[in-house]
């Protein structure tokens, strides 16, 4: 008899027979009875007999109060604990004395009728060794990258273009003010400056009277130097 209710009703008995074991819960599957298969205890009684399926020598050749280690807990890739995966598998006592990190036997927590025990990740003579690095690679840690904060350059030499692009829009429809000659001059000889080295130089075409910039300008009589 596993278990009782309080009134001393067997709610689940087990007996042995040669290499395997069988188990009857005196309840039903619905509440008609018992409210005990709506409750979390009656998941993990289910889950605890399952268990008794991982002994190597039949389910039903050692002390019944017993089982195999179910894991609890595993450590994954980061060393954090995690909830084990429904599919693993329980691992008997004799294996679990001798267990070694593994797939099979990951390190982690693990549970045997009640009692708590680890498959630590390292064994206690485990000795840890720097890392030698071949001869050509060199050790980098994160302090060695410096970040420099470019946003604010880029923001300002947009502004910039923006302005000058701006200017040079206002400057060729006439809303700015007349120019002196000579500082017309000297705008023309930046604007063409712009066109030729800005402009893409397979696009031109020296055939293209079009594409061929001419420098000139407007007798207006205007006396202004």
């Known amino acids: 008899m596993w278990a009782t209710l309080s009134d001393n009703s067997p709610l689940v008995t087990a007996q042995a027979r040669g290499r395997g074991l069988i188990v009857l819960f005196h309840v039903s599957a619905t509440p008609e009875w018992s409210d ?21 020598d039949g389910a039903g050749e050692r002390e019944i109060s017993g089982g195999p280690f179910v894991a609890q807990r595993l450590l994954d890739g980061y060393g954090s604990l995690a909830p084990a995966p429904q599919d693993m598998q329980p691992i008997a006592p004799e294996a679990f004395t001798i267990a070694q990190p593994s797939p099979a036997t990951p390190p982690g927590l693990y549970e045997r009728a009640g009692v708590s025990a680890a498959i630590d990740a390292v064994r206690p003579d485990d000795s840890f ?39 040079i829009a206002l400057l060729l429809v006439g809303k700015l003010p007349r120019l002196p000659r000579r500082a017309s001059a000297a705008a023309a000889m930046v604007l063409a400056g712009l066109f030729v080295f800005g402009g893409d130089a397979h696009a031109q075409n020296a055939n293209d009277p079009t594409q061929t910039l001419r420098l000139a300008y407007v007798r207006t009589g205007d006396l202004a130097d």
């Not at 709506?38 to 889950?47: A, D, K, Q, T």
């Not at 994160?142 to 273009?161: N, Y």
């Open 129 to 167: 060794q720097p890392l030698a690095l071949p001869s050509g690679i060199a050790r980098a840690g994160l302090g060695a990258v410096i970040e420099r904060p470019l946003a604010g350059w880029l923001f300002g030499l947009a502004g910039l273009m923006l302005a000058i692009d701006l200017l």
């Open 36 to 56: 005990v298969p709506l409750s979390g205890l009656f998941v993990e009684i289910l889950r605890r007999t399952l268990a008794f399926a991982a002994r190597a």
